[in-house]
């Protein structure tokens, strides 16, 4: 079971992650910054799920991800069963990948994750790769 503390915590984490104030991620989501002050501090209980999905749009995350964190969910695998990570597609120099039939060249793949590692949700690991 998730505390209120460590659901905060988690919040808390995943705000400063992607470099918002706490101001911004109430903004994003429609809600006081106090009251998302008082989640992270574990003064407040975990919220009904309607509030759950205003956190998760303030912090950009999915609905689903935010009832993972409050404990409501258990982990999800990935919805579609034929999910690709492109992150190692790209850096899989024995796979041909090519965009409208043209070959994709070892610069244009090493470009391509390039942008891709700058985007605000990918995961450090990704980057380090």
């Known amino acids: 079971m998730v505390t ?3 659901f905060g915590q988690k919040i808390k984490h995943i705000r400063e992650k992607k470099h918002y104030t706490v101001r911004q991620a109430a903004l994003q989501g ?3 910054s106090a009251y998302l002050s008082q ?3 574990g003064n407040k209980n975990i919220p009904k799920v309607e509030t759950l999905y205003r956190i998760a749009k303030g912090l950009r995350i999915s609905k689903d991800e935010i009832l ?3 404990g409501i969910t258990s ?3 990935p919805k579609h069963p034929n999910s690709v990570d492109l992150g190692k597609q790209f850096a899989d ?3 041909l990948l090519s965009f409208e039939g043209k070959p994709l060249s070892p ?3 090493e470009a ?3 942008i891709l590692r700058t985007l605000p949700d990918a995961d450090e690991k990704t980057k380090k790769d």
Do not use: G, M, P
């Open 30 to 32: 429609n809600f006081s």
């Open 75 to 77: 982990h999800t695998s």
């Open 4 to 6: 209120k503390e460590q």
């Open 68 to 70: 993972h964190i409050a």
């Open 107 to 109: 610069e244009y793949r």
């Open 39 to 41: 989640i992270e501090n």
């Open 93 to 95: 120099d024995d796979l």
């Open 112 to 114: 391509i994750l390039s």
